[in-house]
Nanobody, 125 residues
Framework: QVQLLESGGGLVQDGGSLRLSCALSGGIMRDIPMGWFRQAPGKEREFVAHISIAFVTAYADDVKGRFTISRDNAKNTMYLQMNSLKPEDTAVYYC???????????????????WGPGTPVTVSS
């Protein structure tokens, strides 16, 4: 059974950087489209970034140019490099993976079958 576990969250100042990691176990990452979502206090979970098995990436508009998603299939690990962080980036960040084949919309939660427990990120002003 595929399991995901995020790490790397924490407290950072406005303008700072963090790198989140997502370790996958029980499966082979090279076969799994992956994504990052986040949920801020009092808000719904929202799409952040996606990386396909072909390494094609997609980002939410408000993180473009600041966040970079990547994957290392040899390590079964996905990353989210977050630069120029803002207080509005404060949220719990979740990694997600999709099983099966076929078309899907990368920005929808329902497209993903596997979820990590989340790692909190707090950006102080």
């Amino acid at each position: 059974q595929v399991q995901l576990l995020e790490s790397g969250g924490g407290l950072v100042q406005d303008g700072g950087s963090l790198r989140l990691s997502c370790a996958l176990s029980g499966g082979i990452m090279r076969d799994i489209p992956m994504g990052w979502f986040r949920q801020a206090p009092g808000k719904e979970r929202e799409f952040v970034a996606h990386i396909s098995i072909a390494f094609v990436t997609a980002y939410a508009d408000d993180v473009k140019g600041r966040f970079t998603i990547s994957r290392d299939n040899a390590k079964n690990t996905m990353y989210l490099q977050m630069n120029s962080l803002k207080p509005e980036d404060t949220a719990v960040y979740y990694c997600a993976g999709r099983s099966g084949s076929g078309s899907y919309y990368h920005a929808r939660e329902i497209s993903y079958d596997y979820w990590g427990p989340g790692t909190p990120v707090t950006v102080s002003s």
